[in-house]
């Protein structure tokens, strides 16, 4: 028999199909690194040559790496056929053909030149880095959450990889500094990172004199030189403010006057402020017959601040019921679903003395209970509760509460009396928030409103104050007994007209709740 020749030739063709499918699979990986990823070649990526830093697209400038340096460095990246489609398509020229417009204004007023190191914040596609490259400002870099390269490297907004004092000019665009959920935060890193006499130049929705005045004084190092209305990229964003800032040597505007106000109307009302008072609901001048119809519908007829301006750009929002009740009397039923937060979320404080209620917060998120008595002091009260002929609504089959200093002697057998811990409002509330901070309050404190409100006057504290919702205890006619006042409060409707007379004018938005 002759020898099988079948078997060597059965090897060798295993060998050439076993070579051929390791060539498929480097070739497949190569594809997927330059093709789908955009990036380099290196060792790891199963690549045997990088394409040069230098590569240039035309008419795009230079797209190699910035000169800037970064502190965690970005490796040089390549462009991927995919990028190059993407750099071409209409609507990314339509965008580069926008910001290059706004650029050469910038370079004809003088706040950027071709020599400038420049910082587009917030770009996610980086369309504003791609202009600036391409009129000629070639060291541009860009940052978002997710990285774009070349153009876009990836960063927080609250920390940017950079130096202090590392860019000439810094640029925010397409309303990006609107949605940042932390503000302050994100402009002390641009404010960081920019050279003093250098520039920013923001994009931004908002309008209205409140929420201008509130995106100023977020750079408290910067002074405003220009600001103008220009016609947005497209119908998504008809319109923008454009302002420019210039950082300046040392800080410009410290965060102590308002509240450390020793006395009555020192708080600042400036004239945004005033005007803003003239849209909102007027004031009832005249006592009403029948309170409890007239004030429960001028509830209907209350603007709200934050359905009038932006409140974009304040650093927390917080919401203070003071006397709150159960959870449902206005945290649950009117605040979480009624007041306009303009997707803010808020920090919700139920400040309530009455311990009936108490357990019932300990159910609930986001909300923090004070089980004690706002006061002007840090002392001990008595709680009063009765019924006043004029209420109809009772919860839990208890009354409403008064705070006293001391026990009342005239008792009564329907009355109910606890020993309660009453707090320094005025200075709780200077240590919680500050004048960066969005604040609304309701204000709920059968008759002691007469003694908080004068406190807060005293300290400063009502300046910290946005938008308040007062309920002011007056002897008011009762619905019981026709000609009958209600003995339970000696204020008068004019006393009343006058503390929110004195809060309006403190710059204060207030309201006559029921």
């Not at 923008?240 to 950082?247: N, S």
């Not at 008595?373 to 009063?384: G, M, P």
């Not at 002929?389 to 006293?404: D, L, N, W």
Request: include cysteine; aromatic fraction near 12%; charged fraction near 25%.
């Amino acid at each position: 028999m002759e020898p099988a020749a079948g078997k060597p030739s059965f090897m060798r063709n295993t060998l050439v199909r076993m070579l051929l499918f390791g060539v498929l699979v480097i070739g497949v990986r190569f594809a997927y690194v330059v093709t789908v990823r955009g990036e380099s070649c290196d060792l790891g990526d199963f690549c045997f040559f990088s394409l040069p830093d230098n590569f240039n697209i035309s008419g795009a400038g230079k797209i190699g790496p910035s000169a800037i340096v970064v502190k965690d460095a970005v490796r040089s990246t390549s462009t991927a056929p995919s990028r190059v489609d993407l750099w071409t398509s209409k609507g990314w020229r339509k965008a580069v053909q926008f910001y290059s417009s706004v650029f050469q204004d910038l370079i004809v007023d003088g706040y950027l030149t071709p020599n400038s190191k420049s910082l587009c914040v917030e770009t996610s596609s980086g369309q504003d880095v791609f202009a600036l490259r391409e009129i000629g400002v070639v060291d541009a870099i860009g940052t978002a959450k997710k990285k774009s390269p070349p153009l876009v490297v990836s960063a927080p907004p609250s920390r940017q990889p950079f130096d202090d004092e590392t860019f000439d000019f810094i640029f925010s665009g397409g309303g990006a500094f609107d949605k940042v959920m932390r503000p302050l935060d994100f402009a002390s890193e641009i404010t960081r990172t920019l050279k003093p006499e250098g520039f920013l130049v923001v994009h931004t929705k908002t309008k209205d004199g409140y929420s201008f005045n509130s995106f100023v004084d977020l750079f408290n190092c910067c002074t405003v030189v220009k600001t103008r209305e220009i016609d947005g990229m497209d119908s998504s964003m008809p319109y923008l403010r454009e302002i420019v800032l210039k950082k300046e040597h040392g800080i410009l505007r410290h965060w102590t006057s308002k509240s450390h106000s020793n006395s009555v109307n020192k708080c600042s009302v400036p004239g945004h402020k005033e005007e803003l008072f003239q849209k909102a609901e007027q004031l009832i001048a005249e006592e009403p017959l029948k309170p409890w119809i007239t004030l429960k519908r001028n509830i209907k007829n209350i603007k709200y601040l934050p359905s009038m301006v932006d409140i974009s750009f304040r650093q927390r929002y917080v919401y203070i019921d003071v006397g709150a009740r159960s959870y449902g009397s206005s945290i649950g039923s009117w605040f979480r679903k009624q007041y306009p937060k303009q997707n803010k979320t808020f920090e919700v404080y139920a400040i309530e003395a009455d311990k009936t209620f108490h357990d019932e917060y300990k159910l609930k998120k986001g909300v923090t209970l004070l089980p004690y008595a706002a006061w002007v002091k840090n002392e001990t009260l008595f709680f009063e509760i009765n019924q006043d002929p004029g209420h109809k609504e009772v919860e839990k089959g208890r009354g409403m509460g008064r705070i006293q200093p001391r026990q009342s002697s005239a008792g009564s057998g329907d009355k109910v009396v606890d020993q309660i811990e009453g707090f320094d409002f005025a200075n709780w509330l200077k240590n919680s928030v500050s004048e960066r901070d969005f604040v609304v309050m309701k204000m709920d404190v059968e008759g002691t409103e007469f003694d908080l409100i004068p406190r807060l006057f005293e300290t400063g504290a009502i300046c910290l104050i946005d938008e308040i919702f007062l309920e002011c205890h007056y002897n008011r006619w009762q619905r019981c007994c026709p000609g009958e006042r209600s003995a339970k409060y000696q204020k008068t409707y004019d006393q009343c007209l006058d503390l929110f007379s004195q809060l309006r004018k403190s710059g204060v938005l207030v309201h006559q709740w029921w």
